[in-house]
T-cell receptor
Framework: DAGVIQSPRHEVTEMGQEVTLRCKPISGHDYLFWYRQTMMRGLELLIYFNNNVPIDDSGMPEDRFSAKMPNASFSTLKIQPSEPRDSAVYFC?????????????????FGNGTRLTVT | LAKTTQPISMDSYEGQEVNITCSHNNIATNDYITWYQQFPSQGPRFIIQGYKTKVTNEVASLFIPADRKSSTLSLPRVSLSDTAVYYCLVGDPFFRGGADGLTFGKGTHLIIQP
């Protein structure tokens, strides 16, 4: 199992440019999450999908941000136009809803993130 | 209203047992308590999850009192490599509460010294 794969690992761009971050979740996982991490605000949930359908996007900062999940194995987070305040580490995570007895246990599996710098 | 409150930072020494407490006064009946660990330049990693009493795995123990308004993550005999940020989350593991239970906050920065 390769885990959650994010690309690129680092992205440096100029203000006003479009940025696209990519994520491949773990095969078989039916939930996908996008997070943003900064020193000031910590780890914030931006949006999450269930079976490729966006469930809650209330964390998306503004209309410049958009996320898609065209199929079960791929998701993108796009920022257009980018601004310096968007500089952060963006994480993608996936999870598989487990049913049955015992403890509910649907841990999130995170990728290693994309460090975005907007100058 | 914050769902969880945990110390911003803690220090300890190699070989010691470390206990990190998280307060969650408004925990709901369906909520579970989940702890994650994050190293620099990596995403958070699941450590342990529980609903009540005590849960133990190969990495840590989780103690939850009867009223479930707090929980304590216990790391036995820590080493330098346990230096990381630890997050306490409270929510429905089946995601029935929507984004509740998916809020990480700023966590507890644990520093282990030689």
């Amino acid at each position: 199992d390769a885990g959650v794969i994010q690309s690129p690992r680092h992205e440096v761009t100029e203000m006003g440019q479009e940025v696209t971050l990519r994520c491949k979740p773990i095969s078989g996982h039916d939930y996908l999450f996008w997070y943003r991490q900064t020193m000031m605000r910590g780890l914030e949930l931006l949006i999450y999908f269930n079976n490729n359908v966006p469930i809650d996007d209330s964390g998306m900062p503004e209309d410049r941000f958009s996320a898609k999940m065209p199929n079960a194995s791929f998701s993108t987070l796009k920022i257009q136009p980018s601004e310096p305040r968007d500089s952060a580490v963006y994480f993608c995570a996936s999870s598989q809803l487990l049913t049955g007895g015992g403890y509910g246990n649907s841990p999130l599996h995170f990728g290693n993130g994309t460090r975005l710098t907007v100058t | 209203l914050a769902k969880t409150t945990q110390p911003i930072s803690m220090d300890s020494y190699e070989g010691q047992e470390v206990n990190i407490t998280c307060s969650h006064n408004n925990i709901a009946t369906n909520d579970y308590i989940t702890w994650y660990q994050q190293f620099p330049s990596q995403g958070p990693r699941f450590i342990i999850q529980g609903y009540k009493t005590k849960v133990t795995n190969e990495v840590a123990s989780l103690f939850i009192p009867a009223d479930r308004k707090s929980s304590t993550l216990s790391l036995p005999r820590v080493s330098l490599s346990d230096t990381a940020v630890y997050y306490c989350l409270v929510g429905d593991p089946f995601f029935r509460g929507g984004a509740d239970g998916l809020t990480f906050g700023k966590g507890t920065h644990l520093i282990i010294q030689p």
